[in-house]
């Protein structure tokens, strides 16, 4: 079955410094990635849609600038946490879709980030 | 961001029960999916749904597309402790640039042996 790589797992980084996270899929090509933010004990929400070799869409209220997402390559595509701030500790989880109609819709296993 | 409603918000069952939860939303959805999430994971897909009024089985979970496309429910008969885990459901609007999910609110499921 499709799988989807994160890395890292767990990070903890000191305020102001900046995070990358990897999000691969493995056994096929991704045209499109997801990154979501998830709260304790709170749902998926939605931060951007990555699309290969153009520019992320951004959910309203997500700053671009501060979340830079690059899709380089229909295997991968990476969430950079620029400035990291206390506020910014969360579990970050990406999906790639492989089809349109949701059985494609892979997630990694998420990268809980610290910011301390 | 927008959510669908889920219910209900929690749940703690006895090993052996049945267990069912839904997911409403105000607006239509061609596809619904129900993943589960254990703890420092990512979800986990569990069924998959296509069509109004469809059925689906995986194991002993059973979930259902409503007829109206605005809901869907997720059972789980005869829950084991593994069972355990916070569910949720996500719809999907078909067409678009970017056809997103939009997931529910969730369901945790905690079972006693």
């Known amino acids: 079955g499709a799988v989807v790589s994160q890395h890292p797992s767990r990070v903890i980084c000191k305020s102001g410094t900046s995070v990358k996270i990897e999000c691969r899929s493995l056994d096929f090509q991704a045209t499109t990635m997801f990154w979501y933010r998830q709260f304790p004990k709170q749902s998926l929400m939605l931060m951007a849609t990555?699309?290969?070799?153009?520019?992320?869409?951004?959910e309203q209220g997500v700053e671009k600038d501060k979340f830079l997402i690059n899709h380089a390559s229909l295997t991968l595509s990476t969430l950079t946490v620029t400035s990291a701030h206390p506020e910014d500790s969360s579990f970050y989880i990406c999906s790639a879709a492989m089809g349109q109609r949701g059985y494609g819709y892979t997630f990694g296993s998420g990268t809980r980030l610290t910011v301390v | 961001g927008q959510q669908l409603n889920q219910s209900p918000q929690s749940m703690f069952i006895q090993e052996g029960e049945d267990v069912s939860m839904n997911c409403t939303s105000s607006?239509?959805?061609?596809?619904w999916l129900w993943y589960k999430q254990e703890p420092g994971e990512g979800p986990v897909l569990l069924i998959a749904?296509?069509?109004?009024?469809e059925l689906t089985s995986n194991g002993r979970l059973t979930a259902q597309f409503g007829i109206t496309r605005k809901d869907s429910f997720l059972n789980i008969s005869a829950s084991i402790p593994s069972d355990v885990g916070i569910y949720f459901c996500?719809?999907?609007?078909?067409?678009?640039?970017?056809?997103?999910?939009?997931f529910g609110t969730g369901t945790l499921l905690a079972v006693q042996p």
């Open positions: 996500a719809g999907l609007r078909d067409g678009g640039a970017t056809n997103k999910l939009i």
């Open positions: 607006s239509i959805f061609n596809t």
């Open positions: 749904l296509y069509k109004a009024g």
């Open positions: 990555s699309n290969e070799g153009s520019k992320a869409t951004y």
